[in-house]
């Protein structure tokens, strides 16, 4: 009882606190990334397992090319951003050649790319900075705050939604370019006619390899984004730890999110609240432990209510399909 | 033919007199005391792990006739640390290991009763003699509480609002010596003063560093005491984000590490450090194991007095206290060294 009390008394404590949900939007932002870059390639049935490797590589691109380009002074973290997108939109292809071409299974090629990535990173950063943990001493700066007009004079709100990385923002705007995409495009049609059915698209002329292939393309290039912004957002540098699973947790998320953006979008704000509630509640009597697991557990619980309701939908859709036979039948 | 056998002939004389020269080399070189450093993560975390290899490389380069001193790197993935201690202590290669660390204090309590031949200084936690008694073995223990008394002082002089916090990796044993001595120098500086003690839970993941002590400072937190190594280095992000807050660095002179870094920014929020002179401790250590002074089987508490442990000072320590107030920074080191002044411990 005590426990719950405590929480109660933590939750009403923070949750007054409008840096609760600036933490909130910003640590769900890089998650809601790498989930939407899964999401388009789940759409062409093509899983991108690499988003981890892909986002630790691209972070470390992102900051070289900027710390060379004189960092903040410059367009350093600018042309950072386009080389990490570049180098994501690469890596994504890297997988399609490996998987469609070559003929290998699509999750271990994701699964070496999440090695070959983190271990990579680490050796070009010793490499090139002679440093095998940060790049703090790289000076590669950080890409603008934007300060919103108007919102930021209205206390509260103000606080929360202003002053955000301009990435940050972009992240959610994506949600909505995603969601217009791949429902209200041609080519997003063409990748959802490929995941749905690849024997169907063929039928009427759309080459489904090309189709994958630009899915996996456009899955990496948002992976590079979100490497960029853990390194030219979050942090203003790359140490080997920064990814820490948040590619797993947005391949989690998407899956959650049955690949759909707006419902993506919900999750990983879900899994934003909790892991910014940890962060905030170290101070209350609650574990330490128990807290900094709680955003992988909502995660995981997600995960298994969300197959639960599709199979219950599935079933029930199978069980509408023999009512209709045998209405069918009688008829 | 016979040329080619003539030229073969010399060819193979000459490998035997190199070979010959590097025998020799290789007698002299048995000599020497070998000693292996073992860190269980890498090197480049700008604190425990630095501080540590440049002790190392002082041995080298002070006693490089009679000491060979090398750093392995473990890296960070815990489920090979094992496999390669025991290597270095397989290899027998070494004549002194040194690994230190809680994670390391179970499989080391181990391999030192299968290996009772091999010497082991063991740092940074409590050994316990009474119950693993090793006449290889010597334990190192850092005194942080000490230090972190004087650095708490200086947060609560330092501090406008009289809420300060640490900031700490992972509560192991160490961790929460540190935090005890922080907490009781700062309540010693204003009795009022209210001591926040976070953790992330990390020592490698900036971004939960940054994202704590960011949830700190919101809340009117204006000192932080980052102890978390890597982690620890994202809530000098975080100060950045917000006006008149400061942090303390850990293990080694942070502040100095920002500015020489060119991060000027970042350097004029760090009041100062909590320095653990790990590179002073080995060196030293090294020093009487030459002499051979030193008594195995026991622990060695390494603290203020003989500067073990420290709070640095830089241009901004400079510029944020004024002279009166480090010279009472100074009087309670006296007393600290002196023991006047009992500082409380996790231990």
Request: aromatic content about 10%; hydrophobic content about 45%.
């Amino acid at each position: 009882m005590s426990l719950i009390n405590e929480i109660i008394r933590t939750l009403q404590n923070v949750l007054v606190l409008p840096s609760f949900y600036f933490m909130l939007i910003q640590s769900a932002a890089p998650i809601l990334l790498a989930a939407l870059g899964c999401a388009v390639a789940a759409k062409a049935s093509a899983t991108n397992m690499g988003m981890e490797g892909i986002m630790t590589f691209t972070a470390l691109i992102a900051v070289l090319v900027s710390s060379a380009l004189g960092g903040s002074k410059g367009n350093g973290p600018w042309v950072g951003l386009v080389v990490a997108i570049a180098v994501g939109a690469l890596l994504g292809f890297l997988i399609s050649v490996f998987a469609f071409r070559l003929k290998i299974d699509i999750i271990l090629v994701g699964i070496a790319m999440n090695l070959i990535g983190t271990g990579a990173s680490v050796f070009l950063m010793y490499l090139l900075t002679g440093d095998r943990a940060t790049t703090t001493s790289l000076q590669s700066g950080t890409l603008p705050q934007i300060a919103i007009p108007f919102i930021k004079d209205i206390p509260f709100l103000g606080e929360v939604l202003s002053n955000h990385y301009i990435l940050t923002y972009f992240s959610y705007i994506l949600v909505f370019i995603m969601s217009f995409f791949l429902f209200k495009t041609k080519l997003g049609l063409r990748i959802r006619a490929v995941g749905e059915n690849e024997n169907a698209a063929e039928s009427v002329g759309i080459s489904s390899l090309n189709i994958k292939t630009i899915a996996l393309v456009i899955s990496g290039a948002i992976g590079g984004l979100a490497g960029a912004y853990m390194s030219e957002c979050y942090l203003a540098y790359f140490s080997s730890g920064l990814i820490a699973g948040r590619g797993f947790v947005g391949l989690a998320a998407c899956s959650m999110g049955s690949a759909n953006p707006g419902v993506i979008c919900l999750c990983c704000l879900a899994f934003g609240i909790f892991y910014a509630f940890s962060n905030f509640a170290t101070l209350s009597n609650l574990s330490i432990y128990a807290l900094n697991a709680l955003p992988y557990a909502v995660v995981l619980i997600g995960l298994v209510i969300y197959s639960v309701y599709t199979r219950k939908k599935e079933l029930k859709r199978l069980q509408g399909l023999d009512s209709e036979e045998h209405s069918e039948n009688k008829a | 033919m016979k040329k080619l056998l003539a030229v073969l002939m010399a060819v193979l004389m000459v490998l035997c007199l190199a070979g010959c020269g590097a025998k020799e080399e290789e007698e002299v070189a048995a000599e020497k005391i070998k000693i292996a450093y073992c860190i269980n993560g890498t090197t480049g975390d700008k604190s425990f792990f630095d501080s540590g290899t440049e002790g190392v490389k002082w041995m080298n380069e002070k006693y490089g006739d009679k000491v060979e001193a090398t750093t392995l790197e473990f890296t960070y993935d815990d489920t090979t640390w094992r496999s390669q201690l025991e290597n270095a202590f397989m290899s027998e290669e070494y004549d002194i290991i040194i690994v230190g660390t809680y994670d390391m204090l179970g499989m080391t309590v181990e391999l030192t009763e299968e290996y009772p031949d091999q010497k082991v200084w063991f740092y940074d936690e409590q050994w316990d003699f009474d119950a693993n008694p090793r006449e290889n073995v010597i334990s190192l223990l850092f005194k942080q509480n000490e230090g972190s008394y004087i650095v708490g002082y200086m947060a609560a002089m330092a501090s406008q609002t009289g809420h300060v916090s640490f900031c700490g990796g992972m509560s192991n044993t160490v961790l929460l010596d540190f935090a005890a001595g922080y907490a009781q120098g700062a309540k010693a500086y204003n009795p009022d003063c209210v001591v926040d003690v976070t953790w992330m839970d990390s020592f490698s993941d900036p971004t939960k560093g940054k994202d704590v002590a960011g949830a700190s400072y919101s809340q009117g937190v204006d000192v932080v005491f980052a102890c978390g190594g890597g982690a620890g280095l994202g809530v000098f992000e975080a100060a950045l984000e917000y006006e008149n807050v400061y942090v303390i660095g850990v293990d080694g002179d942070q502040g100095a590490m920002w500015e020489a870094a060119g991060e000027t920014e970042k350097a004029a929020r760090t009041i100062t450090s909590m320095k653990k002179n790990v590179n002073q401790g080995f060196f030293d250590t090294c020093t009487k194991e030459i002499e051979g002074t030193l008594e195995y089987g026991q622990n060695y508490r390494l603290g203020v007095d003989g500067g073990y442990v420290s709070a640095a000072q830089t241009s901004t320590t400079t510029t944020v206290f004024t002279a009166e107030q480090l010279a009472a920074v100074e009087d309670i080191t006296a007393k600290i060294a002196a023991g006047e002044i009992k500082v409380d411990t996790a231990f």
